[in-house]
C-alpha cells in the first residue's frame, strides 16, 4: 500500500521542522534549551523529525563527498535559543527583502566544527563571535565564520571531540572565492564567500560575515 511520496529539495532542508513551541523554551521565547533527541519510530513525533531531519543531512552529505569517517550517529541534541531564533528570523527578513522570491534569499544546512567541545554550548547560547574567528585554524579565505556543507570537511576542523553543529545559514549571493577585501571589524560587500563548489552547486567552504545570519540547531555526535 503506498503511503509517502517524498521530494527532496535541492539543498535538503525542506524536511526540517519548524522549532518547538515557544511555550518550551521559557517566558517571552526568550531562554535556551538543548534537548537530546530520539530516533522515535511514527511520523508525527516532533523530536523524532528533528532527528531524521539532522540524521539525514549528515548522511546525504557524506555519501556524497566520499566521506570515510565515522558512520555511525551516536547522539544527536537540538539547541533552540529564543535570542538567536528571532534575530536570525530578522535576518531572513532582510534577505527575503534584498532578493524577493529568488533562491539566494534561502537559508541552507552547513556544517561547523571546533576542536574545544566547551564551544559547542556558548556557541548554541549566545551565537557565533566574529571577533573569534580563526584562532584554531586562521582565515584563508576573508574574515568570517567558516562552514561547509560536507560533513568530512568540518570533521576537519573538529579535532578529536567527533561532533559537529548543524547550522541554518544565509549565504545569499556568495562570491566564488575570496575578494581579498574582508577584515577584522570590516566586512567586504560581498554576501558571503565560497570555496570549492561542487558539481550539484554546494560549497566546501562557506564564509559567512554576519552573526545574526547564522543560527545553531543541531549538535551531532558521532
Known sequence: LPVYIIHYSTHGVSGIPPTIAPSALGAGNTGYKRTELKNVRGGSD???????????????????????GPQAIQKIFLHESGNLQSRFDLACADMQRKYPGQPEADFILAFHGTPNPANIESICKEGFKLSLGGRSHGLAHGHGIYFSEFPDVSLGYAGTTQKLLLCKILPGKSRDGDCGQSGPGRPCGCDSHRVGRSSDDRGQMIIIFHEDRILPCYEIHL
Open 46 to 68: 516532533p523530536l523524532g523529525l528533528h532527528y531524521r531531519a539532522a540524521a539525514s543531512q549528515f548522511l546525504l552529505l557524506s555519501q556524497r563527498q566520499g566521506y570515510n
